[in-house]
């Protein structure tokens, strides 16, 4: 009787929080329904028709997607009809055992916040999103961060950044991607950088970064953030610096010596450390560098002085630091 009572005890609390006894497989989430089958293929599909819009969640609150709980037993995902999002905040966070992904399907045209839409999905490795448009896209932050097998991403023409502020974390983690070329993303109206392509915490396996045409001359040290930017990067051996920076030196973005990773580069410890205050650090554990190319639309003067950014200095640096000059990296001591 003790037990009885006990179990219809546990029954009524749960009643009571509106806590299920198992999680659900599918549902509706605005007018759209979702699946998770047996075999971890999740859909995503119009309830009816062949058009459906997903309700719209608080902003980075993943924990109000009916499927949170279920993720890390997602093997793929599939997009069936025209699948209307506003928001891609978190959308696919932690489907970690997931390996495929047909998002051919899902409208992104009128979404802004793109925060942390694949962050944590450790199993994918390629990923094609060469349907979506994101021309009205503003914060981009994380939204690779943790894909650690991931080494190929397909973006098409639409894959807008001309007004995303936020790059924060983009491709943090991203241990497996050998070569990116993101000379067409438009970073004219970024302000955030911070950790775009930090490897904090793995092996980098990043041999190839082109920010050709890349414009940061909204750099403001007030607001902008570059900090971590290439930390732990000690794979990379040809990058293509961005094309402007603010032309303000004090705020020219620098290697310094609070931003190394000090086990992998204990050459480097006495690195600039006058650092203007209320300036930001660019770059850190990016000794692997060995070929430094300006973009094509810069000048450059074969006798001056550029910052491993490619910023022109007025003269020879003075404060320790590593620095370009006659197209040779240099450290000043």
């Not at 089958?37 to 109000?64: I, M």
């Not at 599939?78 to 390996?99: D, Y």
């Not at 030196?249 to 450390?273: C, F, H, Q, R, W």
Request: aromatic share 12%; hydrophobic share 40%.
């Amino acid at each position: 009787m003790k037990k009885n009572i006990l179990l219809l005890a546990a029954i009524a609390a749960i009643a009571a929080f509106n806590i299920p006894a198992i999680a659900a497989t599918g549902g509706t989430y605005g007018t759209c329904s979702w699946q998770l089958t047996d075999d971890g293929v999740f859909t995503l599909k119009p309830t009816n028709g062949d058009k459906g819009e997903l309700a719209e969640w608080k902003e980075y609150s993943y924990l109000d997607l009916p499927w949170y709980g279920l993720t890390s037993t997602v093997k793929s995902v599939v997009v069936e009809g025209t699948v209307v999002a506003k928001t891609c905040n978190s959308l696919f966070m932690n489907f970690s055992n997931c390996t495929s992904m047909d998002l051919s399907g899902l409208d992104v045209s009128n979404v802004t916040d793109f925060y942390g839409m694949f962050s944590g999905d450790s199993a994918l490795v390629s990923l094609d999103l060469s349907t979506f448009n994101t021309a009205n896209a503003t914060n981009m932050g994380n939204m690779f961060m943790r894909c650690v097998s991931l080494k190929e991403v397909t973006f098409s023409d639409n894959f807008s950044t001309s007004n995303v502020a936020t790059f924060y974390g983009m491709f943090s983690r991203c241990y497996s991607i050998e070569r990116l070329d993101l000379s067409a993303f438009d970073t004219s109206n970024g302000i955030c950088f911070k950790g775009m392509f930090n490897m904090f915490g793995g092996e980098s396996k990043l041999k190839y970064l082109s920010l050709r045409g890349w414009d940061m001359s909204k750099n403001d040290a007030k607001e902008t953030d570059v900090n971590w930017f290439f930390y732990n990067c000690n794979a990379i051996d040809t990058l293509i610096t961005p094309e402007k920076l603010k032309g303000d030196s004090k705020y020219i973005p620098t290697l310094g010596k609070d931003m190394y990773d000090l086990d992998n580069n204990d050459a480097l410890v006495e690195a600039n450390t006058s650092i203007p205050a209320g300036s930001h650090t660019l770059a850190a554990g990016t000794d692997g560098i060995k070929t430094i190319h300006l973009d094509d639309n810069a000048t450059i003067d074969d006798n001056a002085w550029y910052t491993i950014t490619g910023a022109k200095l007025s003269e020879k640096p003075t404060t320790h630091g590593i620095y370009i000059n006659k197209g040779n990296k240099v450290v000043i001591e």
